[in-house]
């Protein structure tokens, strides 16, 4: 399989070297594949969402996940600011959010999941989501996918942009990005720092009688630096880029054990995540070769003591160093009329030192990807592709998609996506070697999707809509879910087979005239997520919703500005959410349904731009994870000066 691999790559570099010989006269704007297809343009398969670069400014100085809570269909799961915060994508779990940084895999080796409050939103230039069979070239997003991508700048000139945010519970932010885009060379470093006492004010219900507390042990500090470099060379791109980030967060009590002072608890984590990139462009397609090494290292703590007699009650130390390589050749060719083809050949290498395990742990995935995509006849667009996978030597098995795209000839407006999708995803390494429990004889899980998306769009004028609808059924086999056993310890097995399935309607409309300019944007999404294996029947759950994921979650956003000023007002709510499928256990009872609204004015003056914001305005108190609060009302002022 090595002489192979090397084979595949020796051949890969040898069409790069070629194409550098034989066609360096060709200049980069030239290519453009997609400029005869206009009509294709048109009609993509409706298995993504970009988020619109308005949001992403409005949100630049918050983390990943309070942007997808208020401006996406994914569900997350938070334990509050400085706490985790993890994605539900149509009813599956975190370890079924695939997270993508420039097409590298961000989930954690170990975890097998992304912590979406470490993620500042300043640090990406594009984020968008994939579902279905949007999410075939890799393996892991059973749900769906997260894209965070940083874009090429060439011949924009200096940029200086620095931004000061201060809000309630001493909040402080500092961001800066500076650089320079010339016409071959460009850099570019942004640098930032978020503190925070997080000493919010909340009612305790877990106390008798309740009683309005404030939040202890939760300060934190995040603090990162993201240089970036690219070169122009005729038709080629080479792009250096290292993200380089600290994480330090105490972790408060939960709300039943406030009154034990003896206790600590902490994370200090921190990663350096590397890649150079080499993009060749001829007149016909283009080669991306990409090189990555992310090396990570996440140290958790809980101390807790006896209040009487000062013995330790609980000890862990759990101290985790991970390597990760990543080896991506992509292609990308036209063929025939409006056919092209698209093929990836990925090689991830995964070492884990930690002490929770019995040694290194190590895992190779060598990955192989192919994608056709045209028109087999007018008003329509089908994309087939395949992916073959071999993880530590044995094949994993070929994985196919196929998505059809028809738009009504009578009526252009109007467009569908049909898609069935196969992908699976391998168990995390602390799923096969956490001591003690681990499982080694883990079998990947396997899921199928089929999902139907309708879209009308229309522009009249000054006015602009995208309304989109659609349904999708997904079963997952050989779900892992960790049991518990006689010998007071847990163990993953594969005992689940869980059948999830929903509706989701997505909502983009803008309308400028002269001074005004108004947008407005929404998701709703209705989800069922069941248990349906002969284990949950046995245990009674069979057919009951999956803990943590509401079946309602809905969001909107209104932005309007009239010359130099903007306001906007954000809605979010979260249904009800069960906390334990037995009815019997004292703490199973359900999360009630909530619903927040946050507000924002600003004004730009010359080069400054100043910015208000009241977050959760009605002062609601809720909990998004059992015995976790959530902060009430809560302000923050920013101040911008953009050169």
């Keep these: 399989m090595n002489r192979l691999f090397r084979a595949i790559v020796t051949l890969f570099l040898g069409l790069l070297f070629k194409q550098l010989q034989a066609q360096d006269t060709i200049v980069l704007q030239s290519v453009d594949v997609t400029a005869e297809r206009i009509g294709v343009e048109e009609l993509k398969p409706l298995v993504t969402k970009k988020l619109d670069t308005l949001v992403l400014q409005s949100m630049s100085t918050s983390n990943m996940a309070d942007l997808l809570i208020q401006h996406s269909p994914v569900f997350i799961k938070t334990y509050g600011p400085g706490g985790v915060s993890t994605a539900s994508f149509r009813g599956t779990t975190a370890s079924h959010t695939l997270v993508l940084w420039n097409g590298f895999q961000l989930n954690a ?16 230039d594009d984020v968008s989501l994939n579902w279905g069979s949007g999410t075939s070239n890799n393996s892991g997003g059973l749900g769906g996918a997260v894209n965070i991508d940083n874009t090429h700048h060439f011949g924009d000139g200096f940029l200086l942009d620095l931004k000061q945010t201060y809000g309630s519970f001493n909040t402080w932010g500092s961001f800066l990005t500076v650089g320079n885009y010339g016409k071959k060379f460009s850099f570019r470093v942004k640098a930032y720092r978020n503190s925070s006492d997080n000493d919010y004010e909340y009612m305790n219900s877990a106390v008798i009688p309740p009683q309005k507390m404030k939040q202890i042990h939760a300060e934190y500090v995040d603090y990162g630096v993201m240089p970036e470099v690219s070169f122009l060379l005729g038709n080629n791109i080479l792009t250096v880029s290292s993200w380089n980030q600290w994480n330090d967060r105490n972790l408060p009590p939960i709300m ?61 130390n759990s101290d985790n160093h991970a390597l990760i390589l990543h080896q991506i050749a992509n292609l990308e060719q036209h063929l025939y009329k409006t056919w092209s083809l698209k093929a990836k050949l990925q090689w991830d290498y995964e070492q884990v030192r930690s002490n929770n395990y019995i040694g290194e742990k190590y895992r190779n995935v060598v990955s192989a990807y192919a994608a056709i995509n045209g028109d087999p006849f007018k008003c329509a667009n089908l994309n087939l592709t395949a992916r073959f996978d071999m993880t530590d030597g044995k094949p994993m098995g070929l994985f196919p998609t196929v998505t059809f795209s028809y738009q009504l000839p009578f009526y252009k407006a109007v467009s569908f996506t049909l898609g069935y999708s196969h992908n699976y995803r391998n168990p995390s390494l602390n799923d096969l070697y956490w001591y003690p429990g681990g499982n080694p004889d883990l079998l990947p899980e396997d899921g199928r999707t089929v999902d139907l998306a309708i879209k009308f769009g229309l522009q009249e004028g000054p006015f602009k809509l995208d309304l989109r609808t659609g349904v999708y059924f997904s079963n997952v086999k050989n779900w892992i879910q960790w049991m518990p056993t006689s010998y007071r310890f847990w163990v993953p097995e594969n005992v689940a087979k869980v059948y999830a399935r929903g509706i989701e309607n997505h909502l983009d409309a803008a309308f400028v005239q002269g001074n005004w300019k108004i947008t407005l944007s929404g998701n709703y999404v209705f989800t069922v997520t069941t248990d349906e294996s002969e284990k949950a029947e046995q245990q009674g759950t069979k057919g009951k919703q999956l803990i943590y994921i509401p079946r309602h ?26 906390t334990s499928y037995s009815e019997d256990q004292f703490f199973a009872y359900d999360l009630p349904p909530y619903t927040l609204h946050h507000i924002a004015i600003g004004k730009q003056i010359k080069k400054f731009r100043i910015e208000l914001r009241c977050n959760n305005i009605f002062d609601t108190q809720y909990q998004n994870v059992i015995w976790r609060p959530m902060p009430g009302r809560s302000f923050e002022a920013l101040v911008e000066y953009r050169f």
């Design 109 to 124: 080796p170990s975890l097998g999941q992304v912590d979406f409050s470490t993620i500042p939103v300043f640090l990406a």
């Design 256 to 316: 039943p054990n406030v009154f034990n002072v003896n206790s600590e608890e902490w994370t200090k984590d921190n990663f350096s995540r590397n890649f150079v990139s080499f993009k060749t462009f001829w007149e016909t397609g283009n080669l991306e070769l990409k090189s990555a090494a992310f090396v990570e290292n996440q140290r958790y703590f809980l101390l807790t003591r006896n209040p009487v007699t000062d013995d330790t009650v609980t000890y862990i």
């Design 553 to 578: 979650h809905a969001n909107a956003f209104l932005n309007t500005q009239w010359k130099t000023w903007n306001l906007s007002y954000t809605f979010e709510f979260t249904g009800r959410r069960s």
